[in-house]
């Protein structure tokens, strides 16, 4: 197995992104991100996934955080697809349920090549401290719209709007770091099609 690493530039009117995803490390991060809570949440999916990660980002949050939460997806969803190479011998599936206190969150995903989200998640408040709550779910549009994955997002209780979010990513990096593992018993590509 080659290295599964990838890193992407993003340079738009809006953003300036460099994003670097090593899919086989160890949980290792480096985040420059101007929107606080998006960068704690990145946090918790790098360690809780055991992937390498690192991002400087720059963004026009004067206006608001959704470019930068956007622009942030994208670079991690198509880190992602170039980091996942020819899918040769992955588990393809990824199942994880995390509770946060009183929160649930249960993500499930495939490596399908196919992008879709499902997101089942109405947080009690409209705002993390400064972070609308909302853009949450742009984020994993983002991401599931660039890497290619179907992503399956389930938050069933939860009365703490930040548990919630936390637990939801806690879930993803799990998730992800079991689509991604290497099945010993799986030769070649994980479909009947021989392609992803």
Known sequence: MGQRIAQI????TETQIELALDLDGEG????????PFLRHMLDLFAKHGGFDLSVNANGDIDIDDHHTVEDIGIALGQAFREAIGDKKGIRRYGNRFTPMDEALAQVTLDISGRSFL???????????????????EEFFRA??????????????YGTNTHHMIEAIFKAFGGALSEAVAIDPKMKGIPSTKGVL
């Open 9 to 12: 530039k993003r340079d738009t």
């Open 28 to 35: 290792s991060r480096e985040l420059t991100i101007p929107v």
């Open 118 to 136: 499902v997101f089942n998640a109405q947080f009690p408040k409209e705002y993390v401290g400064t972070f609308n709550t909302e853009l949450v």
């Open 143 to 156: 991401f599931a719209g660039n890497a290619g994955v179907t992503l399956h997002i389930n938050v069933p």
